[in-house]
Nanobody, 116 residues
Framework: QVQLVESGGGLVQPGGSLRLSCAAS????????MGWYRQAPGKERELVAA???????TYTGSVKGRFTISGDNAKNTVYLQMNSLKPDDTAAYYC??????????WGQGTQVTVSS
């Protein structure tokens, strides 16, 4: 069983920045790739960014150049640095394996709201 706890969300103005953290515990030896997902009300969940233990990263086109995902293996933590935030970035953000596994439950997520 893997437990995931997201933190760092909040209210920010357009153009601002936030840094999200995801702490993993439990059977983390089975995790090779982690990602940040987001879901807005009435919208589909989408994968925003992903990183492997080796440090390889991928991004969805809408955030490329603005967001940076990174992992700290020693701390069992994944981060998402978000810059130049836009109102369309408003969503609940979740971390999970990539792809998500049936045996890994979703956490509570952390809310990001971008508004003036």
């Amino acid at each position: 069983q893997v437990q995931l706890v997201e933190s760092g969300g909040g209210l920010v103005q357009p153009g601002g920045s936030l840094r999200l953290s995801c702490a993993a515990s439990g059977s983390i030896f089975s995790i090779n790739g982690m990602g940040w997902y987001r879901q807005a009300p009435g919208k589909e969940r989408e994968l925003v960014a992903a990183v492997t233990r080796g440090g390889r990263t991928t991004y969805t086109g809408s955030v490329k150049g603005r967001f940076t995902i990174s992992g700290d293996n020693a701390k069992n933590t994944v981060y998402l640095q978000m810059n130049s935030l836009k109102p369309d970035d408003t969503a609940a953000y979740y971390c999970n394996t990539v792809p998500p596994r049936v045996g890994t439950p979703w956490g509570q997520g952390t809310q990001v709201t971008v508004s003036s």
